[in-house]
């Protein structure tokens, strides 16, 4: 069955302009997570959404925000970006109903210049 | 506030030894502890799991340890192989939620 989707891998973006990453997860799989990885932070968690809803949600400003459909597609945006957004951006995606494993995507690497 | 701490940030053993990756954590609330490993340029992948009512999860060559009393958890691999060479990351799962809290991660080198 396919893995994990998102889309773009990379991208280059200037400082005050926005960006929106997508990520598709395994069919079936009703939850989708985002995570942020960089080099002295690791994975942080940035929010949780499930069946269309966000259940959890990071420590990260208002700038990050996310979305899911109806088809567990999910979103997320960055607005007026920052230096400091460069980073790899992970989708998780969970079967639901508390599935302890956790697939991940390739990630989208994205870099503000 | 680090709930997940990978106090190594790296480690190098012989192809054929032990490697033996520690994790401590804060949060009592957690009650799964789940280990990826991660190449770069690729996602995470997980590799196992514990439930915190147990003490010892065995997977092949991988065996991962919890020590509740001292919130210690430690990730055991035997044989080490090269293409064992990756960041490895623990993550807690707290009760009644899907988030992960991820350590800083661990890289390991497996030399030959």
């Known amino acids: 069955k396919a893995g994990v989707t998102q889309t773009p891998r990379y991208l280059i973006k200037t400082r005050g302009q926005q960006v929106t990453l997508s990520c598709s997860p395994i069919s079936g799989h009703r939850s989708v997570s985002w995570y942020q990885q960089t080099p002295g932070q690791g994975l942080q968690f940035l929010f949780e959404y499930f069946s269309e809803t966000q259940r959890n949600k990071g420590n990260f400003p208002g700038r990050f925000s996310g979305r899911q459909f109806s088809n567990s597609r999910s979103e997320m945006n960055v607005s007026t970006l920052e230096l400091g957004d460069s980073a790899l951006y992970l989708c998780?995606?969970?079967?639901?109903?508390?599935?302890?494993?956790?697939?991940f995507g390739q990630g989208t690497r994205l870099t503000v210049v | 506030d680090q709930q997940v701490k990978q106090n190594s940030p790296s480690l190098s053993v012989q192809e054929g030894r032990i490697s033996i990756l520690n994790c401590d954590y804060t949060n009592s609330m957690f009650d799964y502890f789940l280990w990826y490993k991660k190449y770069p340029a690729e996602g995470p992948t997980f590799l196992i799991s514990?439930?915190?009512?147990?003490d010892k999860n065995e997977d092949g060559r991988f065996t991962v340890f919890l020590n509740k009393s001292a919130k210690h958890l430690s990730l055991h691999i035997v044989p080490s192989q090269p293409g064992d060479s990756a960041v490895y990351f623990c993550?807690?799962?707290?009760?009644?939620?899907?988030?992960?809290?991820f350590g800083k991660g661990t890289k390991l080198t497996v030399n030959p």
């Open positions: 993550a807690g799962l707290q009760g009644g939620s899907e988030k992960l809290v």
């Open positions: 514990i439930s915190s009512i147990k």
């Open positions: 998780a995606s969970i079967r639901g109903a508390r599935d302890t494993e956790a697939f």
